[in-house]
């Protein structure tokens, strides 16, 4: 099969044949169909992501969407010929989706919604887990709740804003006033952090008692603000990316609770994998309802132009998720 190896950080990928592998115990063999690019994979890539292990030569990319070519002893959830999508590899020694072939923890696959086609599902593993991770087993975000994201327009933030109107939360979204448009399609308020102080919107939107939940897509001053902004005694802070020094005295004084969302540690431990995969299907379930559609970015990148996709999400002229096609979808 084709696959891009990357032998060492910051340098380009090298494109080769290698052996196809083989499902084990427990796997499916997965015909790649498309790869998702998030930026954590250029961090990866560059050696600037210490949390996410990764042993070279690898082969990266962390979500995908594929069809199952051959099941593994001991699995009985999938059949050859099923549309699957998941967060697979890409770390920690794990194959990842740069790649014509994987062979995968089937723990980790859902079948694929059916109103989705293979780019537009693997714009949603990573996204999602993390959103639900934080929303729901976290915060158990639902009716009459007031939930504020910040980054609302970003890959994680924009399925989250969704998941969270879909729980029957009344949703806020920090982002760029470009894209006020595409919040209200969402069904949620956005909110100029521009030009608003933390002060200024926690008044305006919630009588300066604070928001019950606040998921927090962006990390540095972003969370700081975010212990500012929680509700009194109730409030509960959410970050997928609260490593640094902050100050806890705000939400100390809030008597407000904070959780971290660190969606690689069943690919990085091997546990709570099933659960990954638990989440897929509730992920399919709001799909194929129409409470959840992913952004995707209609350009069209391969294996052999990823340096371009790559570009494209760091730059951040893409509009949505970066996808690269394989097996010339």
Do not use: C
């Amino acid at each position: 099969m084709k696959a891009l190896i990357l032998e060492s950080t910051n340098t380009p990928y090298i494109l080769k044949e290698i052996e196809k592998p083989v499902a084990g115990k427990g796997q499916v063999l997965v015909k790649i169909k498309a790869s998702g690019v998030n930026p954590l994979d250029l961090k990866i890539k560059q050696g600037q992501a210490a949390h996410a292990r990764v042993s070279l030569p690898a082969i990266l990319g962390i979500d995908m969407a594929g069809v199952v070519e051959a099941v593994g002893e001991d699995v009985t959830t999938f059949k050859t010929g099923d549309e699957v999508y998941g967060m697979t590899g890409g770390i920690a020694g794990v194959q990842g989706s740069l790649a014509e072939y994987a062979a995968v923890d089937a723990d980790l696959l859902a079948l694929k919604p059916h109103n989705l086609n293979m780019r537009q599902a693997a714009a949603i593993p990573l996204a999602f887990i993390s959103a639900w991770e934080g929303l729901v087993d976290r915060a158990n975000t639902g009716e009459g709740k007031t939930v504020l994201i910040h980054g609302g327009a970003g890959g994680v933030g924009h399925i989250a804003v969704q998941l969270a109107k879909a729980r029957g939360a009344q949703v806020f979204a920090t982002v760029d006033p470009g894209k006020n448009e595409l919040m209200h399609q969402y069904g949620a308020t956005p909110i100029n952090y521009k030009t608003l102080s933390v002060t200024d919107y926690t008044e305006e939107h919630t009588a300066g008692a604070g928001f019950d939940i606040i998921f927090d897509a962006v990390g540095g001053t972003t969370l700081d603000d975010s212990f500012k902004a929680v509700k009194q005694y109730t409030g509960h802070v959410l970050s997928i990316l609260g490593w640094g020094t902050h100050n806890l005295a705000p939400l100390s004084f809030h008597g407000a609770t904070y959780s971290g969302v660190f969606t690689l540690y069943p690919l990085i431990s091997g546990k709570g994998r099933s659960h990954h995969g638990d989440i897929l299907r509730e992920a399919t379930k709001l799909i194929e309802a129409g409470k959840i559609t992913p952004l995707v970015d209609g350009r069209h990148y391969t294996l052999e132009t990823i340096d371009k996709a790559y570009q494209s999400q760091e730059q951040r002229v893409a509009t949505g998720k970066v996808i690269i096609d394989i097996d010339g979808v």
